[in-house]
């Protein structure tokens, strides 16, 4: 959905979210096939963010084709590969401090925009979406030894369908490990109807084949056998390190480094996700 609606934490009441309900759920009832139309444009459609970093020395771009459509792919390194999935409304420009210190230690980083996003194809995205094409980029790719994920990519990863990801360590940056509670809190904040939301949802579910019950990347965390190494923010905004604390807790292969003053994104470049990955290595 769109960042003004998934990155909104204020929750009192507002004029404004009560004419955005009166107004979405007006929209329905007279012309519901318009009104999904509009509702995937308005919360489907990410922001298209651009690089705040330089491309590193030596990095190959290239794209892959999926069933969503061509992936911008970016890369730099020699050897064994790490993926690096980011989220909602990002790019994988975000990684690349982090893909040069990878590659400095001997690895590949090989770095994507998600569909609709960054510089891939496609207008509208989502949970479904992420999952195919994660899933279909590993499944093109030999020598992965691991992935690393930030907030939404987390999700994503964390939902992956992919037999060969079960296997691989994970490094999570400020993971979204409450998704599905986190998107309907968000969007009834919002006060669009969550009956029009509810259809959009249900139209996806359909074309997917992926039902939104099923969806829970804090339990396919604590049940992994492998081992995962969360860097979370103790003041995190938008996704709750009390998750990851409590995903370290319930299981003895979660290592949680806690950081403060990061913040949601900052914490990409952070000195402890830099260690972080070399102790997981």
Excluded: C
């Amino acid at each position: 959905m769109s960042s003004n609606i998934y990155f909104n934490t204020k929750s009192k009441f507002t004029i404004r979210r009560s004419m955005i309900n009166i107004g979405t759920r007006l929209h329905h009832s007279i012309a519901p096939k318009h009104a999904l139309k509009t509702a995937r444009n308005l919360l489907l459609t990410p922001v298209r963010s651009t690089s705040k970093n330089d491309d590193p020395v030596g990095l190959l771009r290239s794209t892959h084709l999926t069933s969503e459509g061509r992936l911008n792919t970016y890369q730099i390194g020699n050897g064994p590969v790490w993926i690096l999935s980011h989220g909602w409304s990002g790019s994988a420009s975000q990684f690349f401090p982090l893909m040069e210190h990878i590659a400095s230690q001997g690895f590949t980083a090989l770095a994507y925009d998600h569909p609709a996003h960054g510089q891939s194809e496609g207008r509208h995205a989502h949970l479904p979406a992420f999952v195919q094409a994660f899933d279909e980029l590993v499944d093109n790719v030999d020598d992965v030894v691991g992935i690393i994920a930030h907030s939404m990519g987390s999700a994503s990863v964390l939902e992956s369908r992919h037999p060969k990801v079960e296997a691989l360590p994970f490094l999570l940056i400020a993971p979204v490990l409450n998704y599905v509670d986190n998107l309907y809190d968000m969007v009834g904040k919002s006060g669009f109807s969550m009956t029009l939301f509810g259809a959009m949802i249900k139209h996806i579910e359909d074309k997917y084949q992926y039902s939104l019950d099923t969806i829970n990347p804090y339990q396919k965390l604590v049940s992994r056998h492998q081992q995962t190494t969360i860097v979370h923010d103790e003041r995190d905004r938008f996704a709750p390190f009390k998750n990851s604390k409590s995903a370290e807790n319930e299981a003895t292969n979660i290592t949680l480094v806690a950081t403060q003053g990061q913040g949601h994104g900052r914490i990409l470049q952070s000195d402890l996700t830099m260690t972080a990955f070399d102790n997981l290595v």
